[in-house]
């Protein structure tokens, strides 16, 4: 909520008074979402120790990031267990999608030009909002910084360069354009290079504690050369506005593979060309409001394996994607309201593999919702209804999906102040199993059903803000939930040697707590300090079959226990942040055994910012130092993360 105040003396006034000029003041109401949200946003996001959205994210409670290394490993994310197709990543309001394999690679997406970062569990605090968007388990929202103009200003210009260790270089460059008195537009750029070499420790126990290998080596073939075009313009109109977008993302990479039987060096390759153009209108007259997208996507995959001890692959894959969306909301009164939101989306994925069934997809999305906004009390429920007809060549095509998601979800405030409130939900998801599942050669399963995914939330949350104290602002929340993830679809062996199939085998129960807190302070003048904390307890274990060896036992990568902390100082431009991941004991395979174990690892960041301005110029200076203690881990088994890099950033911007 933004609030502006006009002083403004009369011209009538003595002479002895002094006229002032047009003052305004813009200040951000604390935010009361009904559904559990965590947020990273402006300064606060620029001050992370993070290259891209993968890294940002591991602040965030209830996360799992899953990084193969290095600048060009790729990086996907994973909320609350349930499995990353079962998350949504939104990119300026319409949704991000890859129907080969559900998942989206992060890595992709650097953070210069992303304005505010947000988790949701569960799905928004909104009811106006796309069809598909009340589907997902938990849902990741970018959005990307928008033109804003003072008074005079006609343009912006951001200049970026960043060099550090890996033989990194990457500049990027933002422009900003005022066309007119309603419309603006923004071109951003960005260029990385690295040879991805960085040492690391190679070291091993065996299951009878006894030291197996203990050797330091280079890592290989983790290069990558990619560059993005993002082309933005923003329309404002008497009763609402547009958006316009066009995205490109092209990249050679390496594909760092696992250190195993001392190999060192692998022979894959990828190109990615990932390119979409979408366009968004929201309009609001009277009690009624309509949000309208579209968007068109071409992704295109080239696959190459030259390693002489595996067998020659070079495959190229491409994907389509047309979406074109309605949601349209009424006011019943002022505080009710009612929602009717229509998706369709069509994929297909076509690839020169032979034998391949080059397979379509038809997705229908309607969704309804209602919310209801008393004084000391918040509810909102949905339901979302899933038609999806696939079809394929030369095989019996599946039976098409119905599938059913409703959600309920509720927030109050016992005291007055408005400071604690009280918050659950309920809600059931599913994830249709992707191309891969489905048709992929020889081990595709056509039969599949979807994934559900049944949701329980209970959670409190106190804020408090108090401008001009020594306390600023000071929030914690915890939340306490269940969720049961039905017919999972696991790779299952189908009697021959290598020959494997997906079959809805999985039942995974998990329950957590997730835990997060903020304090800021303004000890003495010019002085901020801001401290975050997160914690996040999970117990996610396979209840398949009492017959299976790891019958009870916690799935994979997912730790018991783990946790981030950051604290920042800001004083006179001059900025010190630290920060600190934590990722408890995990097994790497689904049996909890000895010989499965991987050990805890956790990092330290540390950076110092200083900022200038000189006249309309501001100037920006970043020095950071990523594991400060070198330490020598794994997010994936025999996936070596770096030690200590270090990384230099300087910006102009007009």
Same mark, same amino acid.
């Given at each position: 909520?933004?609030a502006?105040?006009?002083?403004m003396l009369a011209?009538?006034?003595?002479?002895?008074?002094?006229?002032?000029?047009?003052?305004?003041?813009?200040?951000e109401?604390?935010?009361?979402?009904?559904?559990?949200?965590?947020?990273?946003?402006g300064?606060?996001?620029r001050r992370m120790n993070?290259? =891209?959205?993968?890294?940002?994210?591991?602040y965030?409670?209830?996360v799992?990031?899953?990084?193969?290394?290095?600048?060009g490993?790729?990086?996907?994310?994973?909320?609350?267990?349930?499995?990353t197709?079962h998350?949504?990543?939104?990119?300026?309001?319409?949704e991000l999608g890859?129907?080969?394999? /559900?998942?989206?690679?992060?890595?992709?997406f =650097?953070?210069?030009?992303?304005?505010a970062l947000?988790?949701?569990?569960?799905?928004?605090s909104?009811?106006?909002?796309?069809?598909?968007?009340f589907?997902?388990?938990?849902?990741? %929202?970018?959005r990307?910084?928008?033109p804003?103009f003072?008074a005079?200003?006609?343009?912006?210009? !951001?200049?970026?360069?960043?060099?550090?260790?890996?033989?990194?270089?990457?500049p990027?460059?933002?422009?900003?354009l005022?066309?007119?008195?309603?419309?603006a537009?923004?071109?951003?750029a960005?260029? *990385?290079?690295?040879?991805?070499?960085y040492?690391?420790?190679? !070291?091993r126990?065996?299951?009878?504690g006894?030291?197996?290998?203990?050797t330091?080596?280079?890592?290989q073939n983790?290069?990558?050369?990619?560059?993005?075009l993002?082309a933005?313009?923003?329309?404002?109109?008497?009763?609402?506005?547009?958006?316009?977008?066009?995205? +490109?993302?092209?990249?050679?990479? /390496?594909?760092?593979?696992?250190i195993v039987?001392n190999v060192?060096?692998?022979g894959?390759r990828i190109?990615?060309?990932?390119?979409?153009?979408q366009?968004?209108y929201?309009?609001f007259? /009277?009690?009624f409001?309509?949000l309208?997208n579209?968007?068109y996507?071409f992704y295109r995959t080239?696959? *190459? +394996?030259?390693?002489?001890?595996q067998?020659?692959?070079?495959?190229l %894959?491409r994907?389509?994607?047309?979406y074109i969306?309605?949601?349209n909301e009424?006011?019943l009164?002022?505080?009710?309201s009612?929602?009717a939101?229509?998706?369709f989306?069509?994929?297909?994925?076509?690839?020169?593999?032979?034998?391949?069934?080059?397979p379509?997809?038809?997705?229908?999305?309607?969704?309804v919702a209602?919310a209801?906004?008393?004084?000391?009390?918040?509810?909102?429920a949905?339901?979302?209804?899933?038609f999806?007809?696939?079809?394929?060549?030369?095989?019996?095509?599946?039976?098409?999906?119905?599938?059913l998601?409703?959600?309920?979800?509720?927030n109050t405030?016992p005291?007055?102040?408005?400071?604690?409130?009280l918050?659950?939900?309920?809600?059931q998801s599913?994830r249709?199993?992707?191309?891969?599942d489905?048709?992929?050669a020889?081990?595709?399963?056509s039969?599949?059903?979807p994934?559900?995914?049944?949701q329980y939330?209970?959670g409190?949350?106190?804020d408090?803000?108090r401008?001009? /104290?020594v306390i600023?602002?000071?929030r914690?929340?915890?939340d306490?939930y269940y969720?049961?993830?039905?017919?999972k679809?696991?790779?299952?062996?189908?009697g021959?040697?290598?020959r494997?199939?997906m079959?809805?085998?999985?039942l995974?129960?998990?329950?957590?707590v997730?835990?997060?807190?903020?304090?800021?302070?303004?000890?003495?003048?010019?002085?901020i300090?801001t401290? !975050?904390?997160?914690?996040?307890?999970q117990?996610a274990i396979d209840?398949?079959?009492?017959?299976?060896?790891y019958?009870?036992?916690?799935?994979? %990568?997912i730790?018991?226990?783990?946790?981030a902390a950051?604290?920042?100082?800001?004083?006179?431009g001059?900025?010190?942040?630290?920060?600190w991941?934590? *990722?408890?004991?995990?097994?790497?395979q689904?049996?909890?055994?000895?010989?499965? %174990?991987?050990?805890p690892?956790y990092?330290s960041?540390?950076s110092l =910012?200083?900022?200038?301005?000189?006249?309309?110029?501001g100037?920006?200076?970043l020095?950071?130092?990523?594991n400060l203690?070198?330490?020598?881990?794994?997010?994936?088994?025999?996936?070596?993360?770096p030690?200590?890099?270090?990384r230099l950033?300087?910006?102009?911007?007009?």
């Amino acid at each position: 909520m933004i609030a502006i105040l006009t002083l403004m003396l009369a011209a009538t006034q003595p002479p002895d008074t002094m006229r002032l000029h047009e003052v305004e003041v813009t200040a951000e109401a604390p935010r009361r979402d009904i559904i559990p949200v965590q947020t990273l946003e402006g300064e606060e996001l620029r001050r992370m120790n993070s290259n =891209s959205v993968a890294d940002a994210l591991r602040y965030f409670s209830g996360v799992q990031v899953k990084d193969y290394g290095g600048v060009g490993g790729i990086k996907t994310v994973n909320i609350r267990s349930m499995g990353t197709n079962h998350t949504g990543v939104v990119y300026d309001g319409v949704e991000l999608g890859n129907a080969q394999n /559900g998942q989206i690679d992060l890595g992709q997406f =650097s953070l210069d030009n992303i304005e505010a970062l947000s988790l949701y569990n569960g799905q928004k605090s909104e009811i106006l909002q796309p069809a598909k968007d009340f589907g997902s388990a938990g849902t990741i %929202y970018m959005r990307t910084r928008t033109p804003h103009f003072r008074a005079g200003e006609t343009y912006h210009l !951001r200049a970026t360069v960043r060099t550090g260790s890996f033989d990194l270089l990457n500049p990027s460059a933002l422009i900003e354009l005022k066309l007119s008195e309603r419309i603006a537009a923004s071109l951003s750029a960005e260029w *990385v290079n690295s040879s991805g070499k960085y040492k690391f420790r190679y !070291r091993r126990v065996n299951p009878a504690g006894e030291l197996a290998y203990d050797t330091t080596a280079v890592r290989q073939n983790g290069d990558i050369n990619a560059t993005r075009l993002e082309a933005n313009v923003h329309g404002t109109l008497t009763s609402g506005s547009w958006t316009a977008k066009v995205y +490109n993302y092209n990249s050679e990479r /390496g594909v760092p593979g696992a250190i195993v039987n001392n190999v060192w060096r692998r022979g894959e390759r990828i190109w990615d060309t990932n390119s979409f153009v979408q366009g968004r209108y929201s309009g609001f007259f /009277g009690r009624f409001s309509t949000l309208n997208n579209v968007k068109y996507a071409f992704y295109r995959t080239h696959y *190459v +394996n030259n390693d002489d001890k595996q067998i020659k692959i070079d495959n190229l %894959y491409r994907q389509k994607e047309v979406y074109i969306s309605s949601a349209n909301e009424f006011a019943l009164t002022d505080r009710w309201s009612l929602s009717a939101s229509y998706d369709f989306q069509w994929n297909a994925l076509d690839a020169d593999v032979y034998g391949f069934v080059k397979p379509d997809r038809f997705s229908n999305f309607l969704s309804v919702a209602s919310a209801l906004n008393l004084e000391r009390f918040k509810t909102q429920a949905s339901c979302l209804a899933s038609f999806i007809h696939d079809r394929i060549i030369g095989q019996e095509a599946p039976r098409d999906k119905r599938v059913l998601s409703p959600a309920v979800f509720v927030n109050t405030y016992p005291l007055r102040n408005r400071d604690f409130s009280l918050r659950a939900f309920f809600k059931q998801s599913f994830r249709m199993p992707t191309f891969n599942d489905l048709y992929y050669a020889d081990m595709g399963n056509s039969k599949l059903s979807p994934e559900r995914v049944t949701q329980y939330n209970l959670g409190l949350v106190y804020d408090h803000t108090r401008p001009g /104290g020594v306390i600023t602002a000071a929030r914690l929340s915890a939340d306490v939930y269940y969720n049961r993830v039905k017919d999972k679809i696991v790779a299952y062996p189908k009697g021959q040697q290598f020959r494997w199939t997906m079959l809805n085998l999985g039942l995974v129960d998990i329950r957590g707590v997730d835990v997060t807190g903020m304090l800021s302070l303004n000890p003495v003048s010019d002085l901020i300090i801001t401290a !975050r904390v997160q914690y996040t307890f999970q117990r996610a274990i396979d209840i398949t079959s009492p017959a299976d060896n790891y019958y009870r036992h916690q799935i994979p %990568y997912i730790p018991r226990h783990s946790g981030a902390a950051v604290a920042n100082a800001q004083w006179r431009g001059w900025g010190l942040n630290y920060s600190w991941i934590y *990722v408890g004991e995990r097994y790497n395979q689904q049996e909890n055994i000895r010989y499965n %174990y991987t050990q805890p690892w956790y990092t330290s960041d540390l950076s110092l =910012s200083k900022d200038l301005r000189l006249g309309r110029v501001g100037l920006r200076a970043l020095l950071e130092v990523n594991n400060l203690l070198s330490q020598d881990y794994d997010v994936i088994l025999n996936y070596p993360m770096p030690k200590r890099n270090y990384r230099l950033t300087l910006t102009v911007e007009i």
